[in-house]
């Protein structure tokens, strides 16, 4: 069964840092590109960041580039983390985690989530 989990949500003061990870089971880790969405209340789900495999290839959107950092494990470890830094108010959502195959990269088209972890970022 194709499974991704996220962890590490939290509430935290705006300016500090805060790391997502995200593990997969279920399907062949290495094979697919692996990113993260976020969504707030009435809105639509918005990219936020990606990552090919081995991780030599990563895409992020405007809002985030610059601090925020997309990075994966191994094969054995099958996780991939966010590293979110200097964050704002605007940042507070719900993160999702994504895999698709590699085109994903290019097209930001996923077809597999997680659950979804929350992010709150008091100003």
């Given at each position: ?23 997969a089971s279920g399907f062949a880790f290495s094979s697919y590109t692996m990113g993260w969405f976020r969504q707030t209340p009435g809105q639509e789900r918005e990219f936020v960041a ?74």
């Amino acid at each position: 069964q194709v499974q991704l989990s996220e962890s590490g949500g939290g509430v935290v003061q705006a300016g500090t840092s805060l790391t997502l990870s995200c593990t997969a089971s279920g399907f062949a880790f290495s094979s697919y590109t692996m990113g993260w969405f976020r969504q707030t209340p009435g809105q639509e789900r918005e990219f936020v960041a990606a990552i090919d495999w081995p991780g030599t290839g990563t895409a992020y959107s405007d809002s985030v580039k610059g601090r925020f950092n997309i990075s994966r494990d191994s094969d054995t470890k099958r996780t991939v983390y966010l590293k979110m830094n200097n964050l704002e108010a605007e940042d507070t959502a719900m993160y999702f985690c994504v895999a698709d195959v590699p085109s994903a990269l290019r097209t930001l088209e996923f077809r597999t989530w997680g659950q979804g972890t929350q992010v709150t970022v008091s100003s």
